[in-house]
């Protein structure tokens, strides 16, 4: 990330070809490779309930075991990434005052939306340890992946606060059969994977042991650069998962998931103006227990039990390579309980009423935070579905939220699909979406010794100003007592607005399309006191300000000439800007001044580029290759993203100037498996 942020351009214009040589032994043979989605496919997160793709009234994605074996990719950010609509994405105006441990990694922005709107579910249940709103994608294993299902758009009325841009389900295999799996895989950079997979499936119970070791050299995108642009690390991640069938109609399912990762770390930092060398390590952790029984009351009353616990760690350090000393240390850690219980009735898979109940219990420690913190929140959800003359299906929605921090949140949601004709189905969907206040901005309490600056969430704003006071950084002469209310933190809100076809002209052929709007209000975002620090730096708090609405298109093409070949290409269309900006501009209070000639002008409409880190067009292309009887498939992949903003130059924070953008980049990947 170091070289990234001193020489972005230099990453940004190369053509990155990786080829992946990727191979298997099995006890079993394959049944086949990668192959059009169809409308029978079942998908579970859409409705929380089994449905097939087709006759879902809202934007669903799925990736498949195939798609995934064929990129030759072994964590899940790489196959994400290669997702139309999905774009990775870190946060470059921000990471420099977010205070929190690396590695931040990168996280998929979803509809324009940061990776802080997108809920991220390992089946079914959310994954904790998110830096600055970013969870490490790079921490996820591909090998015992079943499918991943995308839910577009917001996903409130069913999974609460972080699902306002949409939901990605990672789900996991379930044994069908007997078998044992090791694969090798090897790559540039001296990038190792070994995985190892056993099922063992007997009459009424069912087993699997996953493991998985992934170690890279890093890389370096530039050399006159002090420090690699990628850091080395290595990571094991381990699954255990059983199935027990108690009785003909009750199943106890149960699972056991450890990660861990060591990166080391090294690059340059100045103490005052002279530069040094750190290096140390970051050490993460993560951890999960999910409990699930299903009942079958009768034919059309299914009972589910949840019970899921989950953790996180994260904690760095780095000395000075001249004596060694420390100088940095921080640490993260996050603990989550959630048990749930839901209700299934009908025996229609399209005219089902589902209801549950749910409470979560959160802890978060930091050394940037005050203090530890506590949080209790309950939520109820609720969604009827209804089938008209076998074309039309609607379904209804809506969940509340009570949480300790903020009141209660109400969700409501409504989508509909109509079958035309057999091969073209539309659908629309509109819903409402909330975001909570996360912990950063509510209770960060971090002062930067190297460059100065003090951060402070919400809640943490009178204390840590008071601190401040008594420890002479804050002049006498400044009155703080207006500032020392701490300030509350409203929740964003947003409301969704999506409308899509799916068409099969052909029966080789399959289009699916959707358009999309969001509009959020108080949106969260950093500002500075009226006031600095004795050492002239800035005071920064969190507070409700701006209104956003981000709005494009995306099209899905596949294409599938024969068994052995499919071709599927994918474009998204965006546009994502600050209202409170466009009114300003409308009235000429923006001004922009340049840099260079000092010459100063009201921004226009057309120079104001919309949010900082979105590509107005993305689109990716692939063309894969499978040999049935040779067990053999090869794939070549590119991913294209237009350039985006990247830093403000001009002083006025917002992107109006064509030396504020990236160039845009395309990634090549080339991939080669042969199952033995």
Known sequence: MKAIKNNYQTLIIL???????????????????????TIDEVVVTATRTQKSIGSIPVPVQVIGKK??????????????????????????????????????????????????????????????????????????????????????????????????????????EKPKHTLADVQLHQSINNTWGVTANTFIKNKKSAFQLFANRYSSSGYDLDKTIYGKTADPYVNYSFAAKAFLDISNHSQLQTSLRIFSQKQFNNYLVYVGAQPAAVDGSSNE????????????????????????????????????QSNHQLFDKSFLHQFLLKPEVQLEIGENANQKFIAGAGYNYETINANRYASQHNFNAFYFFAQKEWLFNNRLNVTAGTRIDKHTLYNLQFSPKLAMAYKFYNNLTV????????????????????????????????????????????????DNSIDITPYLINHTLLPEKSIGINVGAKFSPYKKVQIATNLFVNHINNLIDRYNLPFTKINNQAIYSYANFNKIFTRGFDVNVNYQPNKQIVISSGYQYLEAKDKDVLQKIQKQELVKRDPVTFVSNYVSNKEYGGLFN?????????????????SFSSSLRAVYRGRFGYTDINGNAILDDNREYANGYVLLNASVTKNI
């Open 67 to 172: 798609f995934i074996q064929q990129t030759g990719s072994q964590k899940l950010i790489d196959i994400l990434q290669q997702q139309t609509g999905l774009v990775l994405a870190d946060n470059p105006l921000g990471q420099a005052l977010q205070g929190y441990p690396n590695p931040l990694g990168s996280g998929i922005q979803l509809q324009g939306l940061d990776p802080a709107y997108t809920l991220i579910l390992m089946d079914g249940e959310p994954l904790t340890g998110r830096n600055a709103g970013i969870l490490n994608l790079g921490r996820i294993a591909v090998g015992n992946i079943k499918q991943i299902e995308i839910v577009k758009g917001p996903a409130t009325s069913l999974y609460g606060s972080d699902a306002l841009a949409g939901v990605i389900n990672i789900i996991t």
């Open 614 to 630: 979105r590509s107005k067009h993305s689109a990716n292309m692939q063309l894969a290759y499978s040999n049935k009887k040779n």
């Open 285 to 320: 952790t993560d951890w999960s227990v999910n409990n699930q029984l299903q009942t079958a009351v009768s034919k059309k009353i299914k009972l589910i039990s949840r019970f899921y616990v989950t953790g996180y760690k994260n904690n760095a350090g780095v000395f000075l």
């Open 427 to 474: 659908n629309a969907s509109i819903g409402t979406g909330f975001k909570a206040p996360d912990f950063r901005q509510q209770f960060l309490s971090f002062s930067n010794s190297l460059i100065g600056y003090t951060l402070l969430g919400a809640n943490e704003r009178s204390n840590g100003l008071q601190q401040l006071k008594q420890q002479g950084q804050i």
């Open 15 to 37: 053509f990155v070809t990786t080829f992946f040589t990727n191979f298997c032994f099995a006890q079993v043979k394959d049944t086949g490779f990668n192959k059009l989605s």
